[in-house]
């Protein structure tokens, strides 16, 4: 999209969801900012909050989960993956209530045509039904939200997609 942030705020994909760590991700001049300063060296560090602040388990984690996308290179896996989930997200188009379905990799969105002075309730009914075929996907406001894995297969994008569309259709 030609966007590059300032600053970037992660939490639960550092550690894969196993651990409460989070981390903020500044430009390098933003950083330079806080840091050029007469202060003592001590007495430095970019301010950014700690609600989860270096716990030694939590950063194993971190570590750990980075070598696994590394190692394992996830990105390349997302890059290969996400046009067969694209494909088959945006061919939802024609089920009753969708207004606008986006996707960026294997993160997408499907936002519903909202009842009548009832925001919300058409996407929770959705996931109701997606809950009830054994799939959890979240909403927020009137639009559905998905993100597989990293690791998910064609039949488990099948498998969601299908069930997506019957609970779409009912």
Known sequence: FGV?????????QVTNGV???G???VRQEIYDAFMDTDAPEYML????????????????AGLATLDVIEDEDMLGRVRNISPYFES??????????????RNYGLAGGITL??????????????????????????????????????????TEI?????ALADCLSR
């Open 88 to 101: 088959l997200l945006h061919g939802l188009q024609n089920c009753p209530h969708v207004t606008d379905i």
């Open 158 to 162: 099948d498998n969601l997609v299908n």
């Open 45 to 60: 560090e970019f301010p950014h909050g700690y609600t989860y602040s270096a716990h030694p388990v939590a950063c194993a």
């Open 113 to 154: 045509e909202h009842y009548p002075g009832e925001p919300a309730r058409r996407p929770y009914e959705v996931a109701m039904k997606m809950w009830e075929k054994g799939f959890y996907v979240r909403y927020g406001a009137d639009t559905i939200q998905l993100a597989p894995a990293f690791t998910v297969e064609e």
């Open 4 to 12: 590059t942030p300032d600053i970037m705020t992660i939490a639960k």
């Open 23 to 25: 981390a903020a991700i």
């Open 19 to 21: 651990i409460p760590m």
